[in-house]
Each structure stands twice: as C-alpha cells, then as structure tokens.
T-cell receptor, first 114, second 113 residues
Framework: DVKVTQSSRYLVKRTGEKVFLECVQD?????MFWYRQDPGLGLRLIYF???????EKGDIPEGYSVSREKKERFSLILESASTNQTSMYLC?????????????FGQGTRLTVV | QQQVKQSPQSLIVQKGGISIINCAYE??????FPWYQQFPGKGPALLIA?????SEKKEGRFTISFNKSAKQFSLHIMDSQPGDSATYFC????????????FGKGTKLSVIP
C-alpha cells in the first residue's frame, strides 16, 4: 500500500514564524500535492508538483511556497505564519496516469498559529 | 465561486437505511467525478468514481448516480452501517489527466444503531 507520511500530526507556531511542513511518500509517485482543509470549505489545493524541482500553483497559493528537491519529499513552507493559516494541511501523491483523481493522502497536520 | 455544491452538510441515518449525498456542478468541462471518504484523524481516501458516459456505477453498497443534463451526481450508501460514519467529499476534474480536483464542502455522515 502507498504510504504518505506527514512529519507532524499537530503543530503550534507563533505569528510571523517560518513553518515547514514535510511530506514523504514511499511509492515512487511523480505527483505530489498540498491541500488545506477547513470546516465548511472542503479541500483546497495549495500547490502541486509533477516532478522533482517542478511546482505549480493551485487555487490558494498566497502565503505559501513549496520545495521538492527529492522525488519522495514535498515540503510546504509558510514564510511568515499568520493566524488565518490555522488549518488542517493534507499532503497527497499519485501516479502520472492518475494525477489528482487517484491521490493517496497522508493523515494530515493540524497547524495552529497563535 | 464554488464550482461543486454539496448537500447536505450533515446527515444522520439509521443503521440499515439509505444515505444519499448530492452534488451539483457548474463547469461543463468536468468529466470525472470521484467521491472521497474521510474517517476522523485520517486523510481522505478514494471511494468510487464515475465518468459522464454512464448514468450509474455501483461498487458493493456504494452507488453513484449521474445526471449529465442536470449537472448533478449523487452518492447512495445502501444498508448503511455505523462503520460508514465519516465525512464524504464529492469532487470533479477535467478528466483523469488533470492535476486539479475541485472538492465539495463535505458531508458528515453519522449512522446510528
């Protein structure tokens, strides 16, 4: 089975801090995604990557950046955390043929910015 | 602009009953409609998906009904069980080759004994 592992289940950070959320997948998937999940808003795509060092903006990239130096690892960076970035963050990966439609998700990181 | 509208927000069903969750979309370019199931503390997982060339797809107790002219699709869970209690998300994309999934806001299903 595909395993997508997010480094932290819970994080509490202060406003203005630089925050790194790490995601690793073990199935050699080309595609990786970062979503944000908020109650009543569903899942919204922040960034995705279809290859090492490649990245594309999703629907809500403002305030975020990403890094993909290795195929198995995709990092989400909050350059200067703000309280409106308090949310559940979900990482996902998929094969090239399935892209977003058969994405395997990690368990999520619940980030609280105080 | 919300492109996929999902209802209801929450749903309580008796064990053995039928759970029905509805979604409507606006973008006629959408041609792939997956449903994801999310248990508390877990990430979403693909449950079932349909393309608009068929009106219905069934996998076990889960059925998607699709109405292309009305731009609506729904998930039916037959013989609902307490283990089905989860949040369900409908989604849409412009095909399996798309990187982008547009999700509905989710439906929290509770199946009571």
């Amino acid at each position: 089975d595909v395993k997508v592992t997010q480094s932290s289940r819970y994080l509490v950070k202060r406003t203005g801090e630089k925050v790194f959320l790490e995601c690793v997948q073990d199935m050699d998937h080309e595609n990786m995604f970062w979503y944000r999940q908020d109650p009543g808003l569903g899942l919204r795509l922040i960034y995705f990557s279809y290859d090492v060092k490649m990245k594309e903006k999703g629907d809500i990239p403002e305030g975020y950046s990403v890094s993909r130096e290795k195929k198995e690892r995709f990092s989400l960076i909050l350059e200067s955390a703000s309280t409106n970035q308090t949310s559940m963050y979900l990482c996902a990966s998929s094969l090239p043929t399935n892209r977003a439609t058969k994405a395997f998700f990690g368990q999520g990181t619940r980030l609280t910015v105080v | 602009q919300q492109q996929v509208k999902q209802s209801p927000q929450s749903l309580i069903v008796q064990k053995g009953g039928i759970s029905i969750i509805n979604c409507a979309y606006e973008n006629t370019a959408f041609d792939y409609f997956p449903w994801y199931q999310q248990f508390p503390g877990k990430g979403p997982a693909l449950l079932i998906a349909i393309r608009p060339d068929v009106s219905e797809k069934k996998e076990g107790r889960f059925t998607i009904s699709f109405n292309k002219s009305a731009k609506q699709f729904s998930l039916h869970i037959m013989d609902s069980q307490p283990g089905d209690s989860a949040t369900y998300f409908c989604a849409a994309s412009t095909g399996a080759g798309s990187y982008q999934l547009t999700f509905g806001k989710g439906t929290k299903l509770s199946v009571i004994p």
